[in-house]
Antibody
Framework: EVQLIQSGAEVKKPGASVKISCEVA????????MHWVRQAPGKGLEWMGL????????TYAEKFQGRVTMTADTSTDTAYMELINLRSEDTAVYYC????????WGQGTLVTVSS | DIQMTQSPSSLPASIGDRVSITCRAS??????LAWFQQKPGRAPKSLIY???TLQSGVPSRFSGSGSGTDFTLTISSLQPEDLGTYYC?????????FGQGTKLEIK
């Protein structure tokens, strides 16, 4: 059974950074890209980008270029997503989801950005 | 970016109804199309990939069709547990993009 366990909720001030983790089990971590998707309160789903755990290569949505860094640690089967220079519009639930078709999803991590 | 447009945005329906949700891509995506179901406070759940392939464990009352730019998700007989919001998503090219969602509600 594939499991994706994300880190807990965060509250940050504008301008700060957040780093979310996604620990996986039940499949070969290096065998699938890890995607990150976010959902603002009451809004739809927004793809942020992906990391290839095998070589660390990344592809980011243009909207997040320069503010997001996605990494993967194959020694712990954990993916990370760091977002810097947070603003109120970044308040959202952030999800990790591996594979081409996003078959499985983490439980989500709520990030609240508020002064 | 490829724009994904779902209709309707809201769909009131009765238990037992046959319901359909459509999704249109702004350019051809062959069959690189997935459907997700999301319930309040929960992560999205994958229902269908490759436009028409049911994920393991998804009830057979769900079906998907289409190719190119026009796609449809059909529920043959609506059950109470099917209520929620449905999203289509293209994975033909980056950035992946989602439809705006269709909220399926009890009439």
């Amino acid at each position: 059974e594939v499991q994706l366990i994300q880190s807990g909720a965060e509250v940050k001030k504008p301008g700060a950074s957040v780093k979310i983790s996604c620990e996986v089990a039940g499949y070969t971590f290096s065998g699938d890209y890890m995607h990150w998707v976010r959902q603002a309160p009451g809004k739809g789903l927004e793809w942020m980008g992906l990391v290839d755990p095998e070589n660390g290569e990344t592809t980011y949505a243009e909207k997040f270029q320069g503010r997001v860094t996605m990494t993967a640690d194959t020694s712990t089967d954990t993916a990370y997503m760091e977002l810097i220079n947070l603003r109120s519009e970044d308040t959202a639930v952030y999800y990790c989801a591996p594979g081409l078709e996003l078959q499985n999803w983490g439980q989500g991590t709520l990030v609240t950005v508020s002064s | 970016d490829i724009q994904m447009t779902q209709s309707p945005s809201s769909l009131p329906a009765s238990i037992g109804d046959r319901v359909s949700i459509t999704c249109r891509a702004s350019q051809g995506i062959i069959t690189f199309l997935a459907w997700f179901q999301q319930k309040p406070g929960r992560a999205p759940k994958s229902l269908i990939y490759a436009a028409s392939t049911l994920q393991s464990g998804v009830p057979s009352r769900f079906s998907g069709s289409g190719s190119g730019t026009d796609f449809t998700l059909t529920i043959s007989s609506l059950q109470p547990e099917d209520l929620g919001t449905y999203y289509c998503q293209q994975y033909y090219t980056y950035p992946y993009t989602f439809g705006q969602g269709t909220k399926l509600e009890i009439k």
